[in-house]
């Protein structure tokens, strides 16, 4: 609650495009509900400038990825960090919320609380204790006030782990689940019968993923095809690996609908019957649109090796570590060959209980994440106020 007669001031500070999406979409909810005006200043891009942010510097300064961009920019990135923490302790707001891009946002979390405490912070979109550097949740809390969290588990994690105060918001994924009759428009426009059985194949978003499960993905609708009469395969993908994509497929011994962007995607989504997918957040957007699915992942064999000690989680898919089981499964570096694939996903091909399964669990994922109450922007918008003094 704020000071009756003051207009209250939060500063938000995105360091990269999703983040900066997410602030757009809090900006627009907290001017919705804040009753007596409220001023928004700090870091973030289009989205963020198209809500009436002025950003202190262009976000482009910091929306860097990998040591190759991140090295050179090095020097700017520290400037940046030191700039944004001198303007929140110069304006001080009454909430600073950081925003994802932890490598950022983090550093500047840390240099506010230091030298403004009174400065109350909150971080939304959490980096990934949970899977490895538990001992991380300690240390936010030296610096963070209130985490915003996109997973249900999060919230008794964080209490548990760091005794930090963690509230449940709701993943942007659910903002994104297909609306009704999308399914029904994407078969009508590529002459696919209702009734007609749909396997969606994702290998990825970066040009390692893709280029390590391609060929893998299909191998695995090659034995599928040559089984299930009329199957259809469809492959969503995204700009920078469309080359990618469309160079491997031509190999393939199936045919493939490609599809590029957000609308697209989610209307397959709706007509599909089952998918393959890389390990990633699509598998939840796969969740909420309640498609049945296999998981597939491989890296590195020494990155591998490293990861799976370093991991503290029973499943890398978020599905699975929602529910808190096994319902997914998932086929991980040599594990991930086409014949184990395509047994797995024959079943949820089919009217099979294993079908029937999957479906009750995506039913009950719903349910678990909020699906169907508030927008998980308008939740995050009610937990930032609920910090003012």
């Given at each position: 609650m704020s000071t009756p007669g003051r207009v209250p001031h939060i500063m938000l500070v995105a360091g990269e495009p999703s983040g900066d999406a997410l602030g757009g979409e809090l900006m627009e909810a907290l001017q919705s509900i804040a009753s007596g005006g409220l001023r928004i200043t700090g870091v973030g891009g289009p989205n963020m400038i198209g809500h009436g942010l002025t950003s202190v510097f262009p976000m482009s300064d910091t929306s860097v990825m990998g040591p190759r961009e991140v090295i050179p920019r090095l020097p700017l990135i520290l400037r940046r960090v030191r700039e944004t923490a001198a303007f929140a302790v110069a304006e001080k707001p009454d909430v600073l919320v950081i925003i994802d891009s932890p490598d950022f946002t983090h550093m500047v979390a840390k240099r506010v609380a230091k030298r403004a405490p009174g400065i109350k912070i909150a971080n939304y979109v959490s980096p990934s204790v949970w899977a490895w550097r538990r001992g991380r949740a300690r240390a936010m809390a030296k610096y963070v006030d209130r985490v915003l969290a996109l997973?249900?588990?999060?919230?008794?994690?964080?209490?548990?782990?760091?005794?930090?105060?963690?509230?449940?918001?709701?993943?942007?994924?659910?903002?994104?689940?297909?609306?009704?009759?999308?399914?029904?428009?994407?078969?009508?426009?590529?002459?696919?019968a209702p009734d007609q059985p749909i396997l969606m194949l994702l290998p990825g978003s970066r040009t390692n993923e893709v280029k390590r499960l391609v060929a893998v993905f299909g191998e695995t609708a090659a034995l599928l095809a040559a089984e299930i009469p009329g199957l259809k395969f469809v492959v969503p993908t995204v700009p920078h690996v469309r080359h990618l994509v469309e160079e491997a497929v031509k190999s393939w011994r199936v045919p493939v609908e490609l599809v590029e962007g957000e609308i697209e995607k989610r209307a397959a989504f709706a007509a599909a019957t089952a998918a393959l997918a890389a390990s990633g957040t699509v598998t939840l957007e796969l969740g909420l649109a309640g498609v049945p699915m296999v998981v597939a992942y491989k890296i590195d064999a020494i990155a591998g090796w490293v990861v799976s000690g370093l991991l503290k989680v029973p499943s890398v898919v978020i599905v699975n570590l929602i529910l808190d089981r096994p319902s997914v499964r998932e086929f991980l570096q040599y594990a991930a060959k086409p014949a184990a694939l395509a047994s797995a996903l024959r079943p949820l091909l089919h009217d099979t209980p294993d079908r029937a399964r999957a479906l009750a669990d995506l039913a009950e994922l719903r349910t678990v994440m909020g699906v169907g109450g508030d927008r998980p922007s308008l939740r995050a918008a009610r937990a930032v106020l609920e910090m003012l003094p």
């Open positions: 997973l249900p588990f999060e919230p008794d994690f964080f209490r548990a782990e760091a005794g930090l105060d963690c509230v449940y918001v709701g993943h942007p994924a659910i903002e994104r689940i297909p609306a009704p009759g999308e399914g029904a428009r994407f078969r009508a426009a590529r002459g696919i």
